[in-house]
């Protein structure tokens, strides 16, 4: 029988919770066959989201469970993955906007939907590459092979790499829509 860790255990769940709290919000503020259309359409971005959410809060398990590292340097890392949530979620104001009478604020999050959830991508893979540098940093072994070689690469340059091509990214998908896209 295959036995998770507890790390690994907490990151399914919160890969769970987080898609949880999209398709509550989705049902909350529509019928449920528009909240399942809305998934249909989007299950690439929603899962890419909802997986990347869940790695970072493993690792975040993971190096909260070793206590060599002090909370502050957590505490950045966390900020980043409650980031790409709020970045995942914050085109669902548009469902609500119009009830509140900001229709003006219900476009503008629809049409610039793609690059909210592209934020929230980069967001994760930065928060993810973040909790490698601690990992390599603190000198932490693990059982993983693959997590152990992190010492190989240049992490921070990995981060300005990826936060440059989000940049680059959000920017073109910005532009995009301005010229009629999406």
Request: glycine fraction near 8%.
């Amino acid at each position: 029988m295959l036995r998770m860790k507890r790390h690994h255990v907490i990151g399914i769940i919160a890969s769970l919770s987080l898609l949880l709290l999209y398709f509550l919000i989705m049902i909350l503020f529509n019928p449920l066959n528009m909240a399942l259309l809305q998934f249909s359409s989007m299950w690439y971005w929603i899962l890419l989201l909802s997986l990347g959410f869940g790695i970072q809060v493993g690792l975040f398990a993971f190096i909260r469970q070793q206590n060599k590292i002090n909370s502050g340097t957590l505490i950045v890392s966390g900020t980043t993955s409650i980031g790409s949530m709020i970045a995942c979620c914050v085109h669902h104001v548009s469902d609500i906007a119009p009830i509140l009478g900001l229709s003006v604020v219900a476009i503008f999050f629809s049409k610039y939907q793609v690059p909210f959830i592209l934020l929230g991508l980069f967001s994760n893979m930065i928060g993810i590459l973040m909790m490698f540098r601690i990992i390599k940093n603190c000198g932490i072994k693990t059982n993983s092979k693959s997590i152990n070689n992190i010492n190989k690469y240049n992490i921070d340059f990995l981060i300005k790499v990826i936060a440059l091509l989000g940049i680059i990214s959000i920017i073109l998908s910005i532009g995009f829509i301005i010229n009629g896209g999406f």
